[in-house]
């Protein structure tokens, strides 16, 4: 049988649970996730290979507003992305139902002309005549040939889904090694861990207003993974909050973080981390430059 490959962008609002969708398809954590809305900053592609086909998911920032440089960057990356993939995987959230933002992505998607499959995310968590309407409204829109309702955090319809997704990739020969899963750098893929920790324990603007860096990272002779990292944060109040009563959100990020980086690079980890006020972060093109947001 001859082999199909390609690229399959993921779009929707933000925490309708493209990332957690990601992870599931891949099967592995390539990708953060969080409760709080924009947790995305960046694409990234996580590959699903079979025998027969192997698809390059591209996990992409919510659809939203711009509100500063660090927003439009992730806006542009977007609809950059949307214009440059075989097929779209638009993710809609049963729970929230369809709103202005999905008509508004429903719009990015028939100017981007390209194939879309629609998933009705978190069915776990609606009951079935809210699924029904949900499916309709979707129907509505006239964008997606398929409609795929799935709980990302159960597994259902997953396979259903990944079917109708390897039947919109083109044919021909794998674009990465069987074996990867994702292509993002390991420095940003340790920042992001990091980073998730971090939304995991608080609220508000805070999770906005927070980037980690990965400064250093080297293997040791003795197998030990020496991580540094910095936690930015755009005022002192914040600092405050993350490092938290005698340093101990930083320790409970710290501890978090290294335990997931231990299984994941299967070897001891030790990861410094220190948190810097860096005001205005969000707008300063050089540094989301160098955080590899483009
Ligand atoms: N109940 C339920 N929750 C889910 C499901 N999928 C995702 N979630 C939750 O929804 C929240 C958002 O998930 P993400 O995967 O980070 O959402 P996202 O679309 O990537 O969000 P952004 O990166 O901000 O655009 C998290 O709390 C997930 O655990 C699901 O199938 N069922
Ligand atoms: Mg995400």
Known sequence: MTKRSGFIALAGRPNAGKSTLTNRLVGEKVTIVSVR??????????????????????????????????????????????????????????????????RFIAGLLRKANVPVVAAVNKIDRVSAPTLVRVL???????????????????????????????????????????????????????????????????????????????????????????????IFVEAESQKGIVVGRAGKMIGAVGTAARAEIEQLVDGPVHLDLRVRVRRGWRGDEALLDRLGID
Not at 41 to 52: I, L, M, N, S
Not at 64 to 88: I, Y
């Open 136 to 230: 309709g409204a979707i129907g509505a829109l006239q964008i997606a040939d398929e409609i795929v309702p799935v709980s990302a955090r159960t597994g259902e319809g997953i396979a259903d889904l990944l079917a109708q997704l390897v039947d919109r990739v083109p044919e021909g020969p794998f674009l990465f090694p069987e074996d990867s899963v994702s292509d993002q750098p390991l420095a940003i893929h340790l920042a992001e861990l990091v980073r998730e920790q971090v939304l995991a324990r608080t609220r508000q603007e805070l999770p906005h207003a927070v980037e980690v860096e990965v400064e250093e990272l080297t293997v040791r002779r003795d197998g030990m993974t020496i991580i540094r990292a910095t």
């Open 37 to 102: 809305p924009q947790t995305t900053r960046r694409a990234v592609r996580g590959v699903v290979t079979d025998k027969e086909s192997q698809l390059v998911l591209t996990d992409l920032p919510g659809v939203q507003r711009p509100l500063d440089a660090l927003t439009s960057r992730m806006q542009r990356r977007v609809e950059r992305e949307l214009g440059e993939t075989d097929a779209v995987l638009f993710v809609v959230n049963a729970h929230e139902g369809v709103g202005a933002g999905d």
